[in-house]
Antibody, heavy 119, light 106 residues
Framework: QVQLVQSGAEVKKPGASVKVSCKAS????????IHWVRQAPGQGFEWMGR????????NYAQNFQGRVTMTRETSISTAYMELTRLTSDDTAVYYC????????????WGQGTLVTVSS | SYELTQPLSVSVALGQTARITCGGN??????VHWYQQKPGQAPVLVIY???YRTSGIPERFSGSNSGNTATLTISRAQAGDEADYYC?????????FGGGTKLTVL
């Protein structure tokens, strides 16, 4: 079935950047938006933004404007999320998810990538 | 900005019916989607567009949406239904999630 597989856990120092990948399989990658959502420990979900894999166009949440960049490599069906100027508040599990439907829901999620920011 | 409000926790006796609410201003005019998340796992889509069940989700799960409240109903609750449940809407960018409800099956 449709699958999203993310890169492994990361440990970063404050001020550094992190880039997480999300490889899609068993569907046509360019046909569905990919979103990024994070979940801090013990907390709910925070939407970060989305990318149109066909055009590369992006929409970012206001909270992350200027710090997040979402890209894709269509030849390998992979989306990327890079977050810069990390602080301890960015410690979270980062998920990619496939958008379906005109009113936007997520039928497939990646397994999550834990990013720990610590000095 | 638009907000979604969920109770922090809901408890239900084994075999009884649990109702998890998601409140928002005129939420009935939006499509609401529900996710189940078990500890250490990624979320799973349970209900989309208010009341459509995802393939593989038991018929015991149902959804409704009207006025200022959307509701996820779990009938004949089982121990395996214990999880966190989140509602979600699309508000012309951004995507919004409720704060989540922890369902405990007693």
């Amino acid at each position: 079935q449709v699958q999203l597989v993310q890169s492994g856990a990361e440990v970063k120092k404050p001020g550094a950047s992190v880039k997480v990948s999300c490889k899609a399989s068993r569907y046509t990658f360019i046909d569905y938006y990919i979103h990024w959502v994070r979940q801090a420990p013990g907390q709910g979900f925070e939407w970060m933004g989305r990318i149109n894999p066909h055009s590369g166009g992006t929409n970012y949440a206001q909270n992350f404007q200027g710090r997040v960049t979402m890209t894709r490599e269509t030849s390998i069906s992979t989306a990327y999320m890079e977050l810069t100027r990390l602080t301890s508040d960015d410690t979270a599990v980062y998920y990619c998810a496939r958008e379906v439907g005109i009113t936007v829901w997520f039928d497939t999620w990646g397994q999550g990538t834990l990013v720990t920011v610590s000095s | 900005s638009y907000e979604l409000t969920q109770p922090l926790s809901v408890s239900v006796a084994l075999g009884q019916t649990a109702r998890i609410t998601c409140g928002g201003n005129n939420i009935g005019s939006k499509n609401v989607h529900w996710y189940q998340q078990k500890p250490g796992q990624a979320p799973v889509l349970v209900i989309y567009r208010d009341s459509y069940r995802t393939s593989g989700i038991p018929e015991r799960f149902s959804g409704s949406n009207s006025g200022n409240t959307a509701t996820l109903t779990i009938s004949r609750a089982q121990a395996g239904d214990e999880a966190d449940y989140y509602c979600q809407v699309w508000d012309t960018s951004p995507v919004l999630f409720g704060g989540g409800t922890k369902l405990t099956v007693l």
